[in-house]
T-cell receptor, first 113, second 112 residues
Framework: GENVEQHPSTLSVQEGDSAVIKCTYSDSASNYFPWYKQELGKGPQLIIDIRSNVGEKKDQRIAVTLNKTAKHFSLHITETQPEDSAVYFCAASTQTSGSRLTFGEGTQLTVNP | DVKVTQSSRYLVKRTGEKVFLECVQDMDHENMFWYRQDPGLGLRLIYFSYDVKMKEKGDIPEGYSVSREKKERFSLILESASTNQTSMYLC???????????FGPGTRLTVL
């Protein structure tokens, strides 16, 4: 089955710096890659996603890139703010798995004021 | 506003008890999921359902069962709770096909 690895497990940055979280996946048939943000005491919230027919997608300070050849995708957060501090999860799914997602282990991002 | 609600935020049960965790979504989503979340292990899929009365095992179904009698409701059942089932349980729902979906706030279950 699909295996998703996520790095780093913890990331600390200064406010205003950029943060990058990387994920690799094993199943070349994977075609959908969402990212989630989980704040303390809450369920994960979808923040951005990308499909395999697209190489990059941006939404304000957040962007995701996908390299299908290397089977990895990354989350980029620019101009980080303290409220970006949270746990971030990547995930992947295949057409045949329908909506079943395989998640990475999560990255604890801390933005220091 | 999309809502996925879970019956309890915190639950404490004794070993051997039968435990019911309820999840309700109001978006008419076809798919519903139950995950457990443990530190360092990410989110692991227990069971999911693509339609009413339909269920499929996820990656860690042992010790759990589910029920989906109505489209909006998906229940997770621990037939005989054990201490290793102490965890955060998250419900999610989504439309059919690859999509990110929405999560509930989670139920933190402690089994003593």
């Amino acid at each position: 089955g699909e295996n998703v690895e996520q790095h780093p497990s913890t990331l600390s940055v200064q406010e205003g710096d950029s943060a990058v979280i990387k994920c690799t996946y094993s199943d070349s048939a994977s075609n959908y890659f969402p990212w989630y943000k989980q704040e303390l005491g809450k369920g994960p919230q979808l923040i951005i996603d990308i499909r395999s027919n697209v190489g990059e997608k941006k939404d304000q300070r957040i962007a995701v890139t996908l390299n299908k050849t290397a089977k990895h995708f990354s989350l980029h957060i620019t101009e980080t703010q303290p409220e970006d501090s949270a746990v971030y999860f990547c995930a992947a799914s295949t057409q045949t798995s329908g909506s079943r997602l395989t998640f990475g282990e999560g990255t604890q991002l801390t933005v220091n004021p | 506003d999309v809502k996925v609600t879970q019956s309890s935020r915190y639950l404490v049960k004794r070993t051997g008890e039968k435990v019911f965790l309820e999840c309700v979504q109001d978006m008419d989503h076809e798919n519903m999921f139950w995950y457990r979340q443990d530190p360092g292990l990410g989110l692991r899929l227990i069971y999911f359902s693509y339609d009413v009365k339909m269920k499929e095992k996820g990656d860690i179904p042992e010790g759990y069962s589910v029920s989906r009698e109505k489209k909006e409701r998906f229940s997770l059942i621990l037939e005989s709770a054990s201490t290793n089932q102490t965890s955060m349980y998250l419900c999610a729902s989504s439309f059919r096909g690859p999509s990110g979906g929405f999560f509930g706030p989670g139920t933190r279950l402690t089994v003593l």
